[in-house]
């Protein structure tokens, strides 16, 4: 809500209402029957008119000034904005084998590389308010678990249900991408994206993963690759044959060059993430290339609300005059 005065200037009116007020009580401006002692009168008792007797100061002092905050007209106005952007529509293919519980991308011993990817996925949601995002889960097969949506509440709780072992294990990247860009197919939007992330090399699935991205490229989807894992070995937690756990160190190749000609080929970029530092600065970099010029048009309507002081302040004066008229009018002052 925004307040304004249409005729600010006669708020300078307001500096004349004390010498008003100071005419209004001043006896020297009021005619007078001069006694030769009113040592009598002054003993009597006051009455009850004589105590409210300054109320008739007050509701006049009160109705002017209404009058003269009206004559100011002030107008309230509610300010209403359009915003003109190009949309973007936005598939996040996250890998969920069981290569994704290497420990690597975190100091903390109990957070696994999946665990620390949603996190950061997370983030990436919450930056893209304006944006209809889509989620697609993949091991040896892919899994929808959200469709493009601007519901990014619900978009994130299906985010943190992700979990390694609840698809058959394997890397299918080419099956993954290829159903992450039929979930794009239809979309009228002014750009398409897959951010597909892994952490292997693709060893299965129904397509193969450049000929995912001859599909990609064919209906104008740009997809970005993030390589994720440390290089060389690292931590893997394993149980032994008692049920104990532990870890042990395991190599975990990524495919870089694979993934390299896949976001080439669709005009995106690859990205390597060895650590949670590096993948939030990837998820940030394409936040920033993934951005699109708004046009911001502001408009306020305002409405008058002048009337509503004038009334009240005729209203007071009005009050006042009858008030006057009657005992309150009619005692010494």
Same mark, same amino acid.
């Given at each position: ?8 200037w006669?708020? !300078?009116?307001? +500096?004349?209402? @004390? ?16 006694? %030769?002692? +009113?040592?009598k !009168?002054?003993a ?9 007797? %300054? ?5 006049a ?12 007209? @002030?107008?309230?106005?509610?300010r ?9 529509d936005?598939? !996040?293919?996250?890998?969920?084998s =069981? ?7 975190? $100091?903390?011993?109990?957070k696994?590389? +999946? ?6 996925? $997370? ?5 893209? $308010?304006?944006d ?7 091991a ?5 678990k959200? @469709? ?7 978009l994130?709780?299906r ?14 990247i ?5 159903s ?40 104008g989807?740009?997809?970005y690759t ?6 060389? %070995? ?22 870089a $060059? ?7 080929t =669709? ?9 949670n530092?590096?993948?939030?600065n ?13 046009? +911001?048009?502001?408009? =306020? ?9 004038v ?6 004066? !009005? ?12 005692v010494?002052?």
């Amino acid at each position: 809500m925004i307040l304004r005065f249409a005729h600010p200037w006669f708020l !300078l009116l307001l +500096l004349v209402v @004390p010498l008003w007020l100071w005419v209004r009580i001043s006896t020297r401006f009021r005619s007078a029957l001069h006694f %030769p002692s +009113l040592a009598k !009168l002054k003993a009597l008792p006051v009455s009850k008119a004589r105590r409210f007797h %300054p109320l008739l100061h007050v509701l006049a002092i009160l109705g002017l000034m209404l009058l003269i905050v009206g004559l100011a007209r @002030p107008q309230s106005g509610l300010r209403q904005r359009t915003v003109t952007s190009e949309t973007i529509d936005i598939v !996040l293919a996250i890998d969920t084998s =069981t290569s994704m519980n290497a420990i690597d991308f975190s $100091e903390d011993e109990e957070k696994n590389r +999946l665990e620390v990817v949603i996190e950061v996925a $997370e983030d990436f949601i919450e930056a893209r $308010e304006a944006d209809r995002i889509g989620l697609i889960a993949f091991a040896a097969m892919p899994y929808t678990k959200s @469709p493009l949506t601007l519901d990014h509440a619900w978009l994130g709780d299906r985010l943190r249900e992700l979990k390694t072992g609840e698809l058959p294990d394997g890397t299918a990247i080419g099956s993954a991408l290829a159903s992450s860009v039929n979930r794009l197919r239809a979309s009228e939007a002014e750009s398409k994206v897959v951010i597909l992330l892994t952490d292997g090399i693709s060893n299965t699935g129904d397509m193969d993963p450049l000929s995912a991205a001859a599909l990609a490229k064919e209906v104008g989807v740009r997809v970005y690759t993030i390589g994720a894992g440390a290089e060389g %070995p690292v931590r893997f937690p394993v149980q032994d044959m008692f049920g104990r756990s532990g870890y042990r160190q395991v190599e975990i190749p990524i495919d870089a $060059e694979a993934l390299t000609r896949i976001a080439e080929t =669709t005009g995106g970029r690859f990205f390597r993430a060895r650590d949670n530092d590096e993948l939030e600065n990837v998820f940030s970099e394409i936040d920033e290339l993934e951005r699109t010029e708004i046009d +911001l048009t502001e408009y =306020t309507l305002y409405s008058e609300q002048f009337h509503w002081l004038v009334a009240g302040g005729l209203g007071l004066f !009005l009050l006042e005059r009858i008030l006057a008229a009657g005992r309150l009018g009619r005692v010494l002052s």
